[in-house]
């Protein structure tokens, strides 16, 4: 139980749940965790932690556009989620452990049941309701979503840029990598 582990093996643990319900933590407990055992450090979650996380995820879908998305005409009237896990080592730098195409939506804790819910209902509003509008539309629409505050984390035209950059160091890259195979020959 020590090593990484996902929620399915850590919760057959008889210390699950020992330091805070369903090992889960909200940014602001991490936050105040951090303030609390680590003061020194001076580590402000949402720019440091937080900020790694979200430049981690807008590399990957750089990286994946074409893959997840290979042509224009699969993007209409389509939406998935995905689920980013990550880990920090003792200097609090991020590492993407993998991304899943079929998240666990379980809401076994109170965190992940406001998460959770308001991540699918806000996903819903952003791409459901706009094509088949609920009855209550205005209403729900005006109903503030606590936790899910939508950022653009890629956008294919927004990114191109960066995403020409990416394309052209992997061509230098791979280049590189052919030319010391060829000298070794």
Not at 14 to 31: H, M, V, W
Not at 79 to 84: M, N, R, T
Not at 143 to 171: G, N, P, R, Y
């Amino acid at each position: 139980m020590i090593h990484l582990t996902n929620d399915a093996v850590q919760k057959k643990d008889a210390e699950y749940g020992k330091f805070e319900t369903g090992n889960k933590l909200s940014f602001g407990e991490y936050q105040a965790y951090l303030s609390k055992y680590h003061p020194n450090l001076k580590i402000d979650f949402r720019s440091h932690i937080f900020s790694q996380i979200k430049q981690i995820m807008t590399d990957t879908f750089r990286a994946t556009h074409k893959i997840i998305a290979p042509t224009r005409s699969m993007q209409h009237h389509t939406f998935e989620i995905f689920g980013f896990d990550f880990m920090l080592d003792e200097d609090f730098k991020v590492y993407l452990i993998e991304v899943n195409t079929n998240p666990c939506l379980e809401t076994t804790c109170p965190i992940l049941s406001k998460i959770i819910v308001d991540m699918v209902d806000s996903a819903f509003r952003v791409a459901i309701d706009p094509l088949f509008p609920p009855p209550n539309q205005q209403k729900r629409m005006n109903t503030q979503i606590s936790v899910m505050q939508w950022q653009l984390s890629f956008d294919e035209i927004t990114d191109a840029d960066a995403i020409l950059k990416m394309q052209k160091h992997s061509q230098k890259a791979a280049a590189k990598e052919e030319s010391n195979a060829e000298e070794m020959e």
